[in-house]
């Protein structure tokens, strides 16, 4: 085989065995945070059936062109990430897989600084829910429980774009080290698939969140 | 408690519903019961004949047989299914109550059970009720999740903080029975206890007419409907701010999102403690909560108050006693 | 077995090296193994311990050992020990840590690391979950209904949530690792239908622990938010739902039982093949029944809720799908038994516990019909017959399953033989204790007698006290393992490779085994349990 | 589990997809449809996951257990979901029985 032995753990038998352990281990991962979600999507659902009226009136609080931007910051984000993988699947420069990386970063950044501002509009419009919580009109009660599965969801989601920044500048760096090959690279390959896996679940955040009619 | 050898072995029956949940629970004890002596009597057998013994090896049982595992599949299944399908049918029998019951309200509270009856008796720990009359009681708690048990009728149902839930049962035997709290509810779990007590419907009558001084539920809800200023938005003949009460109880109400409801206790509990939820067409969202300021007792009593103001005919759930 | 004198490898996997080091960052999987079986025996010492003080607390009506709110701490703490913290990992984390990579023919389990990592999540989570009991417990039932836990309970709700949360991910973690060493590790020649069935069940459970343990994770995460920032997702007051929380709750910790039990169905099938000398009845159907139950058992939790102010109809759908979930449970009781069918069975102390399983997880499976069927569970629900019902599956299933397991292979994991004579006494001390402790109080459940009552109705007290007799001689059967275990560490004859002269590939390394588990990886070519090789030849 | 290999067209052309899919999620909301406006609004989110799943993540490419998994996600999703709203849907219906 080619594979540098370094990288081959003691446990496997060969190259291949390791890739598909890393990328099935990645995969039962995943399937384990689709539910760690799935507790307040259930929740989510619950109390937008009863409260659909309360849930409409909250949601246009919420700045729908920051949300779409946010979108379009987070899908981009995966392009650049599934180029990196790309990059190293054929072998490109360091550099350039760790440019694409960065860039990556950057983009998630971004998508924090976007989530920063909302969040910071929020509190100013006492739309936190606990004992600041003010609300304008009728359905208090069912505003606050919007708000308060606004702040979980994306909250559950920033933690995750936090851990997904840090560990892509960790794969960065090891990246920009020479570490990647077409003949190893599965710490970024499964960086990947987090990454992307977090980008999901923006995907659906986006509409159940800020599109409701 | 029936005995056997001083043990205590089997709770009375003291509800319409008891004999029946009890003929279930023989049928499942006796199924149990076969299987259970049927595998530990195939158990012990094998293993005291094919007991290892020297120069005696293992005659391989093979890959298993389809037939035998076609059958003990399908046969635990059938007997699954007529389980099934007579629990649900009892718990259809428990669970609605038959039309014309008496109604009684309970308030749960940690830790104490608060009973009123619509003539306006209220009662704390103890709960008298006539025998052979179905009774419905609609329950609500005033802070955690309790559970209102009495083993003799064989019914138990959360009581649950913000709605109402409802049980019911028939007494066919004058005696007193414990009624207990079977969800935990915090420290004094254990002493959210009392009894209820089944009376002739004339001891019933004489024992409702020994107090209630304030006079019938519904004429004490009245009276708080006043205290409120609830009439000067609700007029009886609809033209306050508030629309008419008269003949609201058991209808059918579209809200202004275009929702039918049954105007039922829930309905009304509702309307009252969080009134821009259930808005109306034509009517401004002016009314304020009144969460917080009636009590849960005080919240029945006003449903009592305008369950009075549609005609019992009308009426499609509960029903008065007078 | 052999006939010259067994003797000791003279390096293998406890003496390549001694440090302390050594084994806290230990990746192979057999030391892991240990370290939690070091803590888990705490924690059920512990959780044992509470047990005892409640049974002691109940031998008299009225409630005059301990004040109402420590009594009920009591059996919050005991509930909460002895599920989250022995229950749940012990086969898992225990035996199939050990065992895995061994029955696949594996060098270690595909992540060392990660299952490092698990024992000090779980050491994490162990840690709140000491301090919590030492600030003073909680009182919430191990349930945590809201809004009880969320708003009312005073005690250290938060900090237990915070345990219970943590040790999540040490479960998450060890059935990840699982799965993917199960797909991706196996020795050449090793199908899934040539798996021992020990493996077939932590794959199942592993199922359960990666699907079901992260829905109670955020479900705690909720309430402890709840308590710390006053916002209601569950408090009725403020619009909250708490059926709600209950849903959530039950969609993990229904499922947790299966967790807590196929763990044992498996060891089980191994000690019944192996002591009746023949191939588990019906092989491949004791397979997917496992895979079975660890799927149907995700649609049944609201059997849970009858009584709850639950929708009846969503009552109707759960009654009949708690019934679907019976059928695989009882499917295997008849292989098993099947399986002893011309056998050549012997009766040492690890069959002695599977036979004891087999009897007491029927009687708790057939009373688990009585709880799923709607009218009968409406009078019972919430009594002490629940309370029997779920101790007969989780202790007289699951730890005699753990019992049995770890007696068969405690000569695999210290190369040394335990004392069979005082291990059958114990097991059989164990069976009766057990059974004393906990069949009065399907009577008393039936009578009516509430669960997680600290005072109770005089009449209920010749079954109590019957039931704590039986509980303290079911803690003499605990304690005497303990005891001989540890006197075999040193004294115990040496054991030999095999001295049960059992199939599997863990018995072809030298016991105890070395690091590396094999010195070549094994190549398969026979089905599990080829008790007679010439009669599978033959047909 | 092959290595196989997209060329980059591929990546771009799944992007640009995704891009007209948020610009449509978006303008779909403009337009009021009522209940039509949350089904439309996720099943684009779901042609959407699929896009990212089948190509950015290669799972089309990949093993038939890695498909499993993926399903197995979604579909365990899909039973907390649907059972737990069994309660919710059904609570006002009217009562059992007679």
Redesign the interface.
């Known amino acids: 085989m080619d594979e540098s032995p370094a990288m081959l753990r003691h446990q496997f038998e060969d190259a291949s065995q390791q890739r598909e352990s890393a990328v099935l281990g990645m995969w039962v991962f995943l399937a384990t945070e689709i539910m760690f979600f799935g507790g307040l999507f259930a929740a989510y659902t619950a109390y937008r059936y009863q409260y659909g009226a309360g849930f409409a009136a909250a949601s246009h609080h919420l700045n729908m062109l920051l949300g779409a931007a946010n979108t379009a910051v987070l899908l981009t984000s995966s392009l650049t990430m599934a180029l990196a993988v790309h990059a190293a699947q054929v072998g490109k420069k360091p550099a350039h897989i760790a440019g694409l990386l960065v860039l990556t970063m950057l983009l998630g950044c971004a998508f924090l600084g976007i989530k920063a501002v909302e969040y910071h509009d929020k509190f100013v419009h006492h739309l936190v829910p606990g004992a600041s919580f003010v609300w304008e009109g009728t359905l208090t009660r069912q505003a606050e429980m919007f708000y308060y599965l606004y702040f979980a969801m994306t909250g559950l989601h920033a933690i995750h774009m936090l851990a997904g920044v840090g560990v892509v500048l960790v794969v960065a760096i090891l990246a920009a080290r020479g570490r990647y090959t077409p003949q190893y690279h599965n710490p970024l390959e499964i960086t990947g698939l987090y990454w992307h896996f977090v980008d999901i679940i923006w995907v659906f955040l986006f509409p159940l969140l800020y599109l409701i009619a | 408690m029936k005995h056997w050898m001083g043990f205590p072995m089997f709770p009375e029956q003291a509800s319409s519903v008891a004999g029946r949940v009890d003929a279930l629970y023989f049928f499942l004890v006796a199924v149990s019961g076969v299987f259970a002596i049927l595998i530990f009597g195939v158990i012990t057998v094998f293993i005291v004949k094919y007991r290892r013994r020297p120069g005696k090896m293992a005659v391989a049982s093979g890959h298993g047989h389809m037939w035998l595992e076609l059958v003990w599949s399908v046969v635990p299944l059938a007997l699954t299914m007529v389980m099934f399908f007579w629990g649900a049918k009892l718990f259809f029998t428990i669970y609605t109550a038959p039309p014309g019951a008496m109604d009684v309200f309970v308030v749960g509270k940690q830790w104490m059970w608060k009973f009123q009856h619509p003539e306006g008796q209220r009662e704390i720990n103890e709960l008298h009720i006539p025998v052979g009359r179905p009774i419905k009681l609609t329950m609500i708690s005033e802070d955690v999740i309790h559970d209102l048990f009495v083993p003799a009728f064989r019914v138990k149902n959360d009581v649950l903080p913000g709605r109402y839930t409802t049980m019911w049962f028939q007494a066919t035997r004058k005696g007193d029975y414990r009624l207990f709290c079977a969800q935990y509810c915090g420290t004094e779990h254990s002493l959210m206890t009392g009894w209820v007590h089944v009376m002739d419907p004339p001891d019933y009558q004489n024992w409702l007419g020994g107090g209630a001084e304030a006079g019938p539920m519904h004429v004490i809800g009245g009276k708080l409907f006043d205290q409120l200023g609830c009439a000067t938005c609700h007029k009886n003949d609809n033209t306050g701010r508030g629309p008419t009460l008269v003949g609201l109880f058991g209808s059918k109400v579209t809200l202004k999102s275009g929702q039918v409801m049954q105007a039922d206790e829930d309905y009304i509990r509702d309307c009252i403690t969080k009134p821009n939820a259930r808005l109306l067409p034509n009517y401004e969202p002016i009314m304020p909560t009144f969460k917080g300021i009636i009590s849960e007792e005080g919240l029945l009593q006003l449903i009592a108050y305008i369950k009075s103001l549609t005609p019992p005919q009308a009426a499609k759930t509960g029903s008065e006693t007078k | 077995m052999t006939t010259s004198e067994p003797t000791m490898p003279p390096v293998h996997y406890l003496n390549c090296d001694y440090s302390i080091r050594s084994w806290l960052l230990t990746q192979d999987h057999k030391r892991i193994a240990l370290l939690f079986l070091v803590s888990i025996t705490v924690f059920f010492l512990l959780g044992s311990t509470y047990a005892g003080m409640i049974r002691t607390e109940l031998l008299t009506p009225n409630g005059n050992v301990v004040s109402h709110q420590n009594y009920n701490k009591l059996f919050t703490m005991h509930g909460l020990i002895m599920i989250f913290f022995f229950l749940i990992p012990s086969i898992p984390t225990v035996l199939g840590n050990f065992l895995i990579p061994m029955m696949i023919g594996a060098r270690d389990l595909a992540f060392p690391r990660l299952n490092l990592a698990s024992w000090y999540v779980y050491t994490l989570g162990g840690i709140f979950t000491i301090t919590a009991a030492v600030a003073g417990g909680v009182d919430t039932g191990w349930t945590f209904y809201t809004p009880y836990s969320s708003i009312y309970s005073h005690t250290n709700v938060t900090t237990m949530a915070v345990g219970v949360f943590i040790t999540g991910f040490s479960s998450i973690f060890t059935g990840l690792n699982f799965i993917v060493t199960i797909h991706k590790m196996r020795a050449p020649g090793l199908t899934w239908f040539r798996l021992p069935l020990f493996v077939w069940a932590i794959y199942a459970t592993s199922i359960i622990m990666v699907l079901g343990t992260p829905v109670i994770a955020i479900t705690l995460a909720m309430v402890g938010l709840e308590r710390v920032f006053h916002i209601g997702i569950f408090d009725p007051a403020l619009g909250g739902d708490p059926l709600l929380f209950q849903h959530l709750f039950w969609f993990y910790s229904h499922p947790a039982v299966y967790i807590m039990i196929l763990p044992s169905m498996g060891v089980v099938s191994e000690l019944i093949a192996c002591f009746s000398r023949n191939r588990i009845f019906g092989y491949k159907i004791v397979a997917f029944s496992s895979v079975a139950i660890a799927v149907v058992g995700f649609l049944v939790w609201g059997h849970h809720m009858f009584v709850s102010g639950q929708s009846a109809y969503a009552g109707l759908i759960f009654s009949f799908l708690s019934f679907l979930v019976a059928i695989p449970s009882a499917i295997k009781v008849f292989n098993w038994t099947a399986t002893l069918y011309k056998g050549s069975i012997s009766y040492d102390a690890p069959m002695l516990y599977a036979l004891g399983f087999i009897g007491l997880f029927t009687i708790g499976g057939v009373t688990g019909l009585f709880l799923a069927t709607l009218g009968m569970d409406v009078h019972v629900h919430d009594t002490y017959f629940v309370v029997a019902h779920f101790h007969y599956i989780m202790v007289g299933g699951a730890i005699m399953g753990y019992m049995g397991g770890l007696h068969f292979w405690w000569p695999k994991i210290t190369g040394r033989l335990y004392p069979e004579q005082w291990a059958r006494l114990a097991a059989l001390v164990i069976f009766l204790g057990f059974n004393l402790t906990f069949f009065p109080q399907f009577i008393l459940g039936y009578l009516g007698m509430p669960r997680r009552y600290h005072t109770y109705p005089a009449e209920f007290q010749v079954l109590n006290v019957m039931s704590s007799a039986g509980a303290s001689i079911l803690g003499v059967g605990y304690m005497l393992p303990l005891f001989y275990l540890l006197w075999s560490l040193r004294r115990g004859p040496i054991a030999g490779p095999n001295p049960w002269g059992a199939k599997g590939l863990e018995w072809l390394t030298p016991s105890p085994p070395p690091t590396e588990n094999f010195e070549q990886t094994p190549v398969v070519t026979e089905e599990a349990y080829a008790y007679r090789p010439e009669e599978n030849a033959s047909g | 589990?092959s290595?196989h290999?997209?060329p980059?067209k591929t990546?771009?052309a799944?992007?640009i997809a995704?891009?007209v899919l948020?610009a449509a999620?978006?303008a779909i909301?403009r337009v009021?449809?009522?209940e039509l406006?949350?089904v439309a609004?996720?099943s684009?989110?779901v042609v959407?996951?699929f896009l990212?799943?089948l190509?950015?993540?290669h799972v089309r490419y990949?093993?038939r257990?890695?498909w499993i998994?993926?399903g197995?996600?979604?579909y365990?999703?899909t039973?907390?979901?649907a059972?737990?709203?069994?309660?919710?849907?059904?609570?006002?219906?009217p009562?059992?029985?007679?």
């Open positions: 589990m290595n290999i997209l980059i990546y771009v799944v992007f995704l891009m948020l999620t978006v909301n009021s449809l009522g406006n949350i609004a996720l684009i989110a959407k996951t990212v799943v190509f950015f993540m990949s093993h257990l890695i998994f993926v197995v996600g979604f365990w999703l039973i907390l979901l059972l737990s709203m069994t309660d919710f849907l059904s609570r006002t219906w009562p059992l029985g007679r």
